[in-house]
């Protein structure tokens, strides 16, 4: 079936510095969605994709809609401690209404 | 209440125990969504319902059983669990079933621990 695999699986990183993770599948995607879980938490939803090549910022936060509809990629600029947490893509399985979540990236950042 | 609210927040329950999760959203949304996350593992759908019918039952054992009396509430009540059963479990809607231009919210969860 389809599946989501993110890169890295975990990065630790100083403050200020830039983050850039990815999120791949086999297949084609329509959507992409990039979500930030604190521990204990929900997910988050940080920003929507809907068209390839697209490129969207949220404050320090960038995402871009592979042109291949295969991947997508999460950035963010200038790191603070808060944006410790796990980054999770998803997109809609074909066919279907369901969405299906990456593997997850964990970041944390070391003031 | 703003948002996607789910209760309790923590439940401890043996494995001869019935108890229900709780969770309503206050955003207008038509479709609900029950997931389960395990350590380690990707989010996995359990249960979908759109404009209260179920559209998804992603093979959830029979000891899982979700009820969405409206739009607005969703619940799973459990019984018989076992000890793997324990994990966060999250509640999400969004405007409708499509998966199109139609981002889905989630609440804060209920995390379970089966003894």
Sequence with gaps: GQQLNQSPQSMF???????????TSSSIFNTWLWYK???????????????????TSNGRLTAQFG????????NI?????????????AGPTSGTYKYIFGTGTRLKVLA | ET???????????????????????HLGHNAMYWYKQSAKKPLELMFVYNFKEQTENNSVPSRFSPECPNSSHLFLHLHTLQPEDSALY??????????????????????????
């Design chain 1, 67 to 74: 042109i291949t509809r295969k991947d997508s990629f999460l």
């Design chain 2, 90 to 115: 999250l509640c999400a809607s969004s405007q409708s079933g499509r998966p199109i231009y139609n981002e889905q919210f989630f609440g804060p969860g209920t995390r379970l621990t089966v003894l």
């Design chain 1, 13 to 23: 990183i100083q403050e200020g510095e830039d983050v850039s993770m990815n999120c």
């Design chain 2, 3 to 25: 948002g996607v609210t789910q209760t309790p927040r923590h439940l401890v329950m043996g494995m001869t125990n019935k108890k229900s999760l709780k969770c309503e959203q």
């Design chain 1, 77 to 89: 600029s200038a790191s603070i401690p808060s944006d410790v947490g796990i980054y999770f893509c």
């Design chain 1, 37 to 55: 879980q604190d521990p204990g938490e929900g997910p988050v939803l940080l920003i929507a994709l809907y068209k390839a090549g697209e490129l």
